[in-house]
């Protein structure tokens, strides 16, 4: 089992920054792909950004890329999602989740946060 728990989010206006960091515990997360979702009112989860903690390789959404970034802290077992210039838009849950892929699906992910709410206000 892994256990995944957000922090970070809040309301900031547009144009703003937020930090959301996401603690791992549990078995080993190694080989798994760590993601970001996020899902707004009456819409599906959706891929925001991923990497494997065995590779150096980053992942992005079409949509946040160039705004957000996706890091890790491999001594406290923690990944963190830095997100710059929001937009009303991007209001949503943020889930993170662990698991062996695809990256960009849902279903390619097994464990999963409570999430966390950021609302970006206009």
């Known amino acids: 089992q892994v256990q995944l728990v957000e922090s970070g989010g809040g309301l900031v206006q547009a144009g703003g920054s937020l930090k959301l960091s996401c603690a791992a515990s549990g078995r080993t997360v190694n080989n798994y792909y760590m993601g970001w979702f996020r899902q707004a009112p009456g819409k599906e989860r959706e891929f925001v950004a991923a990497?494997?903690?065995?590779?150096?390789?980053?992942y992005y959404a079409d949509t946040v890329k160039g705004r957000f970034t996706i890091s890790r802290d491999n001594a406290k077992n923690t990944v963190s999602l830095q997100m710059n210039s929001l937009k009303p838009e991007d209001t949503a849950v943020y889930y993170c989740?662990?698991?062996?892929?695809?990256?960009?699906?849902?279903?390619?992910?097994?464990?999963w946060g409570q999430g966390t709410q950021v609302t970006v206000s206009s």
């Open positions: 989740a662990a698991g062996r892929g695809p990256y960009y699906m849902n279903r390619g992910y097994d464990y």
């Open positions: 990497f494997t903690w065995s590779s150096v390789w980053t």
